[in-house]
């Protein structure tokens, strides 16, 4: 995918908030984007919300698990698999974060071996889609970073 700087910023923030959560004051306006609000200070605040759901898409693992998904549903043997180095249990965690937070549908079959299944929400499409783009920009501009840090020890 070949992207252009002002796509990738366009590609990164994250859109208008759809609602209003039960911290943000009136002083806010829903016309400002992300980054906007970012720069208004909300994030830095202790209790926002939105930096606990920051951390579930942020995180490694949860970055890895919205990229893979995006492929289609799979089983947790198959995530786990498929993203060498997580273990089980912050597998399950991070799952079980990105669940809660509406990003990610955990189907459950009750048949004989019971097996899970997960896959993205419509909403979980739709900031995956937001972080590949910035995964996307790593993997491309990672010769650019590892430069920089060789410059750093020198």
Request: with cysteine.
């Amino acid at each position: 995918m070949d992207v252009d700087k002002p796509n990738i910023i366009a590609l990164l923030t994250f859109g208008k908030y759809q609602q209003k959560s039960k911290y943000m004051s009136d002083r806010h306006d829903d016309s400002k984007t992300l980054t906007q609000r970012f720069e208004m200070g909300d994030i830095f605040a202790e209790p926002c919300p939105s930096r606990d759901i920051l951390k579930h898409v942020c995180s490694k693992w949860g970055v890895l698990i919205l990229i893979a998904l995006r492929q289609g549903t799979h089983r947790f043997s198959e995530l786990r698999r498929k993203m060498g180095g997580v273990s089980e249990k912050m597998l399950a965690q991070s799952l079980q974060s990105l669940t809660e937070d509406g990003f990610v549908l955990r189907v459950s079959h009750h048949v004989v071996p019971p097996f899970v299944e997960y896959s993205l929400t419509p909403m979980g499409e739709e900031v995956a889609d937001r972080v590949a783009a910035l995964a996307d920009w790593i993997e491309v501009n990672t010769p650019r970073v590892l430069d920089a840090r060789k410059k750093l020890e020198r």
